[in-house]
T-cell receptor
């Protein structure tokens, strides 16, 4: 079974631009969570989608948004990029909606904002 | 004060040593996860605990719900265990991560 895939793996943008990152979960997994990892703040939870609905959201501004499609693939969008948005963005999928289920992480998208 | 505290922040060990990484949290939780992150960024979920103890190979994870504390032990450490180990807990609707413990095992 293929693992979680994320595209693109690397991305360079400039301040003010917007970016869309994609995540394809493991086949059959219906929950997708997104995380941001920076050297200063570590790993932080962005949001979680389950069956096309956002179920939980972390403490990030409205510039960060996401969605999930009927095939469980998910996208996250960051508008009006700031230098501080430079980070590794990770998504993880799990079979069901409960946090007791094991999460499987993708390789991440490394975003650099210049 | 961070909701999740890990110690130590950095740990260097000789191959074969027994290693313990600690995680403390401040409020009641429903589950605690231990994650491993290798250079390059890939994260692997090692354990999910809600009580007691779990073992997988040379890795052992324990949790004490009353004391709000979990430990990750590595027996007979090996250089390939060198990674960042992160604990994460679920508070309400959010998942909160510790800052991570950077482990280096020297041969």
């Amino acid at each position: 079974k293929a693992g979680v895939t994320q595209t693109p793996r690397y991305l360079i943008k400039t301040r003010g631009q917007q970016v869309t990152l994609s995540c394809s979960p493991i086949s059959g997994h219906r929950s997708v969570s997104w995380y941001q990892q920076t050297p200063g703040q570590g790993l932080q939870f962005l949001f979680e989608y389950f069956s096309e609905t956002q179920r939980n959201k972390g403490n990030f501004p409205g510039r960060f948004s996401g969605r999930q499609f009927s095939n469980s693939r998910s996208e996250m969008n960051v508008s009006t990029l700031e230098l501080g948005d430079s980070a590794l963005y990770l998504c993880a999928s799990r079979l069901g909606g409960g946090w007791h289920n094991e999460q499987f992480f993708g390789p991440g998208t490394r975003l650099t904002v210049l | 004060k961070n909701e999740v505290e890990q110690s130590p922040q950095n740990l260097t060990a000789q191959e074969g040593e027994f290693i313990t990484i600690n995680c403390s949290y401040s409020v009641g939780i429903s589950a605690l996860h231990w994650l491993q992150q290798h250079p390059g960024g890939g994260i692997v979920s090692l354990f999910m605990l809600s009580s007691g103890k779990k073992k997988h190979g040379r890795l052992i994870a324990t949790i004490n719900i009353q004391e709000k504390h979990s430990s990750l032990h590595i027996t007979a450490s090996h250089p390939r265990d060198s990674a960042v180990y992160i604990c994460a807990v679920k508070y309400g609707n959010k998942l909160v991560f510790g800052a991570g413990t950077i482990l280096r095992v020297k041969s």
